[in-house]
């Protein structure tokens, strides 16, 4: 005996045989902001508005927390991306309202292990 089913599952298109893979995200660094006395509050808004988006009102969060415990996270986010914004704070130049500072804020990365 022979079954139409047989003949119609002969006639139908392979079927792919889709293999998932587990796609793994990259590790979060965060930016860390570090204090010092030769930048004023303007620049450090500044610097965070442009350089991270930063609203008005977050960007004096974040420059009242890195003067009061020397360092914040200003961002988390990929280690390549990471850097790129670790540079750009050290590229961002010196404060022209204060005549002793002499260039850019530090930052450094580290991975986000909390």
Known sequence: MTSTINAAVL??????IVEKTKLRKQPPYH???????????????????KLFGCSEIKAFQLASEVDESGQVIVDTTTLERAEFKRDQVHAFGRDWRLNRCQGSMSATIRPATD
Not at 31 to 47: A, C, F, K, Q, R
């Open 31 to 49: 930016v860390i902001l570090m204090d010092d006395d030769d930048h004023t509050y303007e620049y450090v808004i500044s610097m965070l508005r």
């Open 11 to 16: 006639n139908q298109a392979p079927v792919a």
